[in-house]
């Protein structure tokens, strides 16, 4: 996730809830990254509590080190339970190498 448009964000949390209500074992990780990385922030109150309750439901939820330097965000700011990895592409590449698929998003 790589956009700041709260449409996408809102289809992204729809999406993550379609999949674990069909399978509630499935693994998740989203990876956000440049402007998305607002949407993880706690002054973001949008999609909190969509945030805890997929936290609560194992989804992990990774936001790019990159991004946060790029865009002055401090690991502060970022809401509780949230990781950073020092650059989402090379997350995203290790994921696939561990057999993780990449999704994205579509509406």
Not at 48 to 72: E, P
Request: some cysteine.
């Amino acid at each position: 996730m790589n956009a700041r448009d709260t449409a996408e964000h809102s289809a992204i949390f729809r999406q993550v809830n379609n999949v674990l209500t069909a399978d509630p074992n499935a693994r998740i990780e989203v990876v956000f990254h440049g402007n998305a990385i607002w949407v993880m922030t706690k002054d973001s109150s949008l999609h909190v509590q969509k945030i805890h309750r997929d936290l609560q439901r194992g989804v992990t939820f990774v936001v790019c080190n990159n991004s946060m330097r790029r865009l002055k965000v401090d690991a502060s700011q970022l809401l509780p339970g949230v990781t950073i990895v020092p650059v989402a592409i090379i997350e995203l590449a290790r994921k696939q190498q561990e057999g993780w698929s990449y999704l994205k998003l579509a509406h």
